[in-house]
């Protein structure tokens, strides 16, 4: 029997070279920072929590507001930049070649200076601002290029309208410009749209509660709600807190928040969450968690979390971007002093050195990742697949072995009790149960929890006990009634050397788990649960199959009961009588010969073996999303998610190798065009570069998007 229950998981436990980035993540995740609003002992604030969380979401808010101003700023910039570009496109020579017509009049070329100038500083400011936050940070990129290309076009101009021979390129400075903040604003937008597109979940939460004091019932402002206050919830409102229900029966529609697409029922003690819809009864909720606490922040804080991390793709792309830029400047001055040599004059030289630097902007590189990474982290989230680890989630596609923990993954975890035996006829089937509950009141384990459901069924009496102790791999201990009570499982005998009591024929070994209760380590009952398969495990294990992915059983249960779920599920193994600390090594021994492991389990006892997999997957209990030592969390702890985050990642992973793609083959096919390689048969404009490279980065927005269709 497994009760490491009792350990909670510690960071120390953590493979640190596997999790350099997992870690650097726990610094943003709900768990540290909730713990960072506990020490309040001796100063009580007893609002300081909702005033945090009030002032957390304002920020929040204020960010987003921001964020849309600035991008609202690019399409106006744009709007403003394309008047300003009709008369200049009329006043330059060469486009009245073009059309045939000539408009010219005493100082005509210092109005062309003129709004040339302004569409330089205003249209050009954003770039020039970026070009030195990018020179500023050592990290050259799209705005670099496009401020020297600008720059170099409109100094050049000036010289010419002051008597440098030559054309002026104020046209193409202006319609380059004009592109440019058009092709920046349809970025932004998209990425908005992508990395809001959780977010938008905290408009689900009312902004106003009823909440009942001293038995009448007044609406006050979300923000003024507190923990422990209680609010009442009529049909067809919204939840605004989590919390648990004290009167009243519903359904409540979760979907929105865990992917559970059927309503839940709940009752008195049922626990709900913010932003879930209660659909057809009154409830009334005691408030157990707002702000910063409730299930909704954390989703929102560890997705936040997710996608501020790179991945080793993303990683990969921003090198990529930054050889781009470095090679561009390259190929823009060797283009220029090629055709200078050439005797083509310094306008064509130029000409060719700006369209190189334009066509190469790494716009679409800068696309590609960050929103499959928003789109993809936000939609799992949605579905109730939270993702801590990118790496490790795009790495899920490599997966060659899984293995499962038994008790809460593949099976329900209720361990409901099939039978009390007791061994001596010095105490009663009651009594068994009564020692057994004072003993395991204090466990979050399943049986702890069985245990206690059975006390309350029969109505009786639960005992203090003190001295309560964890036997790692065995079990539990505590003193009741000056008795040493332990409950434990088989290996407690083995351990102590001591033959293990017979187990009576009405237990099927088969199906069915076993705990020894001792007294003053005498043997005294025999305890045994039955915990049923889930509903979609073995659906799971077959889709697994079909992907050619292999399924192993680990579990602290006896090799019988092990072989029997292993062999009713179709599973290619099992491991059985694994102690806690044990499971690491067994999850070491497969990546030893080869294999790429994930690892799914409760992410408490399992926290060993989940950081040295290298997929950590914890089932979540629909509120629990602060495992750990988890790369990805299930919320909904179904088996069937652990197919589908493997049909994401590879989803996901897919659509990043597409953008790359993309971004880098159009750059392959378009630099050396404006280079001139087909001069004079073709010769690609600084303007036509422009919308090539606008072009390109739509297409991997769009590409991007396109995600939201595989990830249902």
């Excluded at 600035?70 to 008047?83: A, N, P, S, V, Y």
């Excluded at 009243?248 to 969450?273: C, F, R």
């Excluded at 059985?576 to 070491?588: A, W």
């Excluded at 299930?634 to 990642?649: E, H, R, Y």
Aim: with cysteine; hydrophobic share 45%; proline share 4%.
């Amino acid at each position: 029997m497994d009760h490491s229950h009792h350990q909670h998981p510690d960071n120390k436990h953590k493979d640190h070279n596997k999790h350099e980035e997992h870690s650097q993540q726990q610094k943003h995740t709900p768990t540290g920072d909730h713990s960072a609003h506990h020490d309040h002992s001796a100063h009580p604030q007893p609002q300081s929590e909702e005033q945090h969380a009030h002032d957390k979401q304002h920020s929040k808010e204020a960010h987003n507001k921001h964020a849309g101003h600035h991008t609202e700023d690019f399409l106006k910039r744009f709007w403003i930049c394309l008047l300003i570009t009709v008369p200049i496109l009329l006043l330059s020579p060469m486009i009245q070649h073009w059309i045939g017509i000539d408009i010219s009049f005493p100082g005509s070329k210092y109005l062309l200076l003129a709004l040339g100038t302004a569409i330089y500083i205003y249209g050009g400011m954003p770039f020039l601002k970026g070009m030195v936050s990018e020179l500023r940070n050592n990290a050259m990129g799209m705005m670099t290029l496009v401020a020297i290309a600008i720059t170099v076009s409109f100094f050049y101009s000036v010289a010419v309208i002051f008597g440098l021979a030559g054309m002026d390129f104020f046209w193409e400075l202006a319609t380059l410009i004009d592109i440019m903040l058009l092709g920046h604003w349809l970025e932004m937008r998209s990425e908005m749209a992508a990395s809001r597109a959780l977010e938008s979940l905290v408009e689900l939460l009312p902004a106003t509660v009823h909440i009942e004091v001293d038995g009448a019932v007044k609406d006050i402002p979300l923000q003024q709600l507190k923990k422990n206050d209680t609010i009442l919830v009529k049909p067809g409102e919204k939840i605004a807190a989590d919390g648990l229900v004290l009167e009243g029966s519903s359904t409540v529609n979760e979907s929105m928040l865990t992917g559970e697409s059927m309503p839940v029922q709940k009752e008195k003690d049922a626990k709900v969450i913010a932003g879930s819809v209660n659909e057809n009864g009154v409830i009334k909720v005691r408030v157990t968690g707002t702000g910063s606490d409730s299930y909704l922040n954390k989703v929102i804080q560890l997705v936040q979390s997710a996608q501020a991390a790179k991945s080793n793709t993303q990683n990969l792309a921003d090198k990529v971007a930054k050889w781009l830029t470095i090679i561009s400047i390259i190929v823009g001055v060797l283009t220029f002093i090629y055709w200078i040599t050439k005797a083509q004059g310094i306008p064509f030289a130029l000409e060719r050195l700006v369209t190189v630097m334009v066509t190469a902007c790494p716009h679409a590189l800068g696309v590609a990742i960050p929103l499959v990474v928003a789109i993809s982290t936000s939609r799992a989230a949605i579905r109730g697949l939270l993702i801590r680890n990118r790496t490790a989630f795009e790495n899920a596609r490599k997966l060659t072995t899984i293995i499962f923990d038994k008790t809460g993954t593949l099976t329900k975890g209720t361990h409901a009790i099939r039978n009390i035996i007791p061994l001596t006829n010095q105490y009663t089937v009651a009594e068994i149960l009564q020692y057994t509950a004072a003993v395991q009141q204090n466990s979050e384990h399943f049986i702890g929890k069985g245990i206690m459901k059975k006390l309350g069924e029969d109505k009786l009496e639960l005992w203090p006990s003190t001295d309560f102790s964890y036997l790692q791999g065995i079990g539990v201990s505590a003193k009741v009634k000056d008795k040493i009570v332990i409950a434990g499982g088989p290996n407690y005998f083995s351990q102590h050397s001591i033959p293990v009591p017979e187990i009576p024929t009405a237990i099927d070994q088969l199906t069915e788990t076993v705990i020894f209760i001792l007294f003053d380590k005498g043997p005294v009952g025999i305890i045994s649960f039955e915990d049923s398969l889930r509903e979609t495990s073995a659906e799971a294990v077959a889709q697994l199959k079909e992907m050619g992915i292999k399924s192993f059983l680990l579990t602290g249960d006896n090799e019988k009961i092990a072989a029997a779920v292993a062999g009713k599920l179709k599973m290619d193994g099992y491991l059985s009588n694994v102690l806690p600390h044990q499971k690491q090594e067994k999850v070491k021994e497969f990546q030893a010969g080869g294999k790429f492991i994930a690892m799914t389990g409760d992410g408490v006892n399992d926290a060993p073996a989940l950081a040295q997999a290298d997929v950590g997957i914890a089932v979540g209990t629909g509120t629990d999303v602060a495992a750990e030592t988890a790369d990805i969390i299930l919320v909904n702890s179904d088996p069937l998610d652990v197919v589908k985050i493997i049909s994401f990642g590879k989803a996901t992973y897919a659509k990043m190798i597409q953008n790359l793609f993309w971004a880098v083959g159009y750059n392959i096919v378009a630099i050396p065009l404006a280079a001139g390689i087909l001069y004079p048969n073709f010769v690609l404009s600084p303007a036509v570069g422009a919308i090539l490279m606008s072009a390109s980065t739509i297409i991997v927005a769009i590409n991007a998007q396109l995600l939201r269709y595989r990830l249902k």
